[in-house]
């Protein structure tokens, strides 16, 4: 499954989310919750993003070597 590109945004309530980055036809709106330990909010941009490393683990988001190699950036 290919990296959903994401970002994390302050609402107007001062929490943290997690949204789709831009570029995508979803820019802006929520991230799905799909696992436990995901939250529709955060208190801090640190846990939000934390929050989001973690998703983007356990997707097969590839790291270092790996994503050079699967971007074809080499």
């Known amino acids: 499954m290919p990296h959903e590109e994401s ?4 609402d107007a309530q001062g929490r943290w989310i997690n ?3 831009r570029g995508k036809p979803q820019a802006g ?5 799909r696992y436990d330990f995901e939250q529709e909010s955060y208190d801090s941009v640190e846990e939000a993003v934390a ?3 973690r998703r983007s ?3 097969g988001r590839p790291r270092g070597i ?7 950036a080499y």
Do not use: S
């Open 19 to 21: 949204v789709y980055g």
């Open 7 to 10: 970002e994390t945004e302050q």
């Open 29 to 33: 709106q929520p991230l799905p919750l």
């Open 66 to 72: 790996e994503r050079l190699l699967h971007e074809g």
């Open 51 to 53: 929050a989001a490393k």
């Open 57 to 59: 683990d356990l997707e």
